[in-house]
């Protein structure tokens, strides 16, 4: 699946030294890691198994989907679903500037930029194939990794609600994306979320 190209593999290393200055650490099989260079890692290793077929560009969409995301942290936006919306707007299109200056350093040209940039701006969700695809990578690494962080931290939430949090995941994703999650190593706990929800 992986590219091989000198620019292809220049363009990963330039993503992952951005990432390596995110100042906050997660663990991982007793190692840390800076916390986006270990989810950048998780969304190609996802990818890879998903769509081993993935093009090159779907490829670097999915390696930078985070890029630099402590920049603009959650509450720099007003702490109401209305300033949510507005903060992932913004993570967008800044995750697309970070990403495509990059490669137009190592010589991409500008319609595989834009290209890019279109599918981290989740532009034609459903309709555009590349932009589904990373779609649903991203759900799956959420729901493999960061469902049982998800539920613990709001925990507070009402039961309903955050059941209704995860059909809005389901939802966004292909009937390749749902048969491909329904598959995933869950814990027996978070089983019997996902479960819950798809009831």
Known sequence: MIANTARFQQTIAKFDAANAEDPNREMSEGKSYPKEILYAQRMTAMLAQFAPDASEVVQLAVRSQHICRWKIPRDSYPMDVNGY???????????????????????????T?????????????KTNPDTQLLEDVVDLVFLQH??????????????????????????????????AALKLNYTPEMLAVVQKALA
């Open 146 to 179: 960061y469902l049982g962080e998800f539920v613990a931290k709001y925990s507070h939430y009402a039961e309903e609600k955050l059941l209704d949090i995860l059909r809005k995941t389901w939802r966004k994703m292909s009937d390749k994306g749902h048969a």
């Open 113 to 125: 930029i834009s290209r890019l940039q279109a599918i981290l701006r989740k532009e034609k969700l």
């Open 85 to 111: 919306k507005r903060w992932r707007i913004s993570l967008y299109k800044f995750h697309g500037d970070v990403a495509g200056e990059i490669m137009r350093e190592v010589g991409y040209d500008d319609e």
